[in-house]
């Protein structure tokens, strides 16, 4: 089965939330000329490309995609495929947060935990919000990470456009409900990518840290949850 044909769709990829496995998922309900960005493109970008060359797509290009993906804000997804259906997952702040640190030690293993946060506050702080608070394509909140009262007020706005919104800890759950809607059967050989810390390995006050930064993430995810 195939996705309805009168309609696209464009997943927004939050960051740590399982968003690859559910990439991978998409990839097998849509044919590769339909992605954009497409493995082939991927593998040519070493990842998704940036908002600059997203939004530089030829439209007659473009007007043959039913599948857009990527680390892209809501408004990037709004202002390319407007009449789109938005699919994204949510994640618990603090478990999202502490999956990202991990992730980046991995990377720079010489680099504590602690030193890691305070290095990318952008990338941690409020970071869900920042995907949804922008309304001009300037990016202003994605790009800078400053979040106030005003911006999770208009994030939780656009989150209630999105077509669906997906939990990352009802992973399973959120899986059936988005193919049942999408009309399809997802292939079920693909399985969720996994960290394998423990919550448990970070101190007290790392933890009380973590939740002081994503306050306003924190209302989002809970409301989201409602």
């Known amino acids: 089965m195939v996705p309805e044909i009168n309609h696209r769709y464009f997943f927004i990829h939050m960051p740590k939330t399982g968003g690859t496995s559910i990439r991978q998922m998409l990839n097998t309900a849509f044919s590769q000329k339909e992605i954009l960005p497409n493995r082939r493109e991927m593998k040519k970008y070493n990842g998704y490309p940036s908002i600059d060359k997203l939004l530089a797509v030829d439209k007659n290009i473009l007007e043959h995609k039913r599948l857009a993906r990527g680390h892209y804000p809501f408004v990037v997804a709004n202002t390319l495929m407007p009449e789109s259906r938005k699919i994204v997952f949510l994640r618990s702040p603090v478990?999202?947060?502490?999956?990202?640190?991990?992730?980046?030690?991995?990377?720079?293993?010489e680099q504590s935990i602690e030193s890691i946060l305070e290095s990318k506050i952008r990338k941690v702080a409020n970071r869900q919000v920042q995907f949804f608070a922008d309304n001009e394509l300037g990016c202003q909140v994605f790009k800078s990470g400053v979040v106030t009262e005003d911006h999770l007020q208009m994030a939780l706005c656009n989150l209630e456009k999105c077509w669906f919104v997906?939990?990352?800890e009802r992973f399973d759950e959120s899986m059936n409900l988005c193919q049942?809607?999408?009309?399809?059967n997802f292939d079920n050989t693909v399985t969720r990518n996994q960290g394998n810390y423990q919550k448990t390995q970070l101190s007290d006050e790392l933890m009380e840290r973590i939740k002081q930064l994503n306050q306003f993430d924190l209302i989002f995810y809970n409301t989201a949850l409602s």
């Open 95 to 109: 478990e999202r947060t502490v999956s990202f640190l991990h992730h980046m030690q991995r990377r720079s293993p």
């Open 166 to 168: 997906g939990i990352s």
């Open 180 to 184: 049942n809607m999408l009309g399809i």
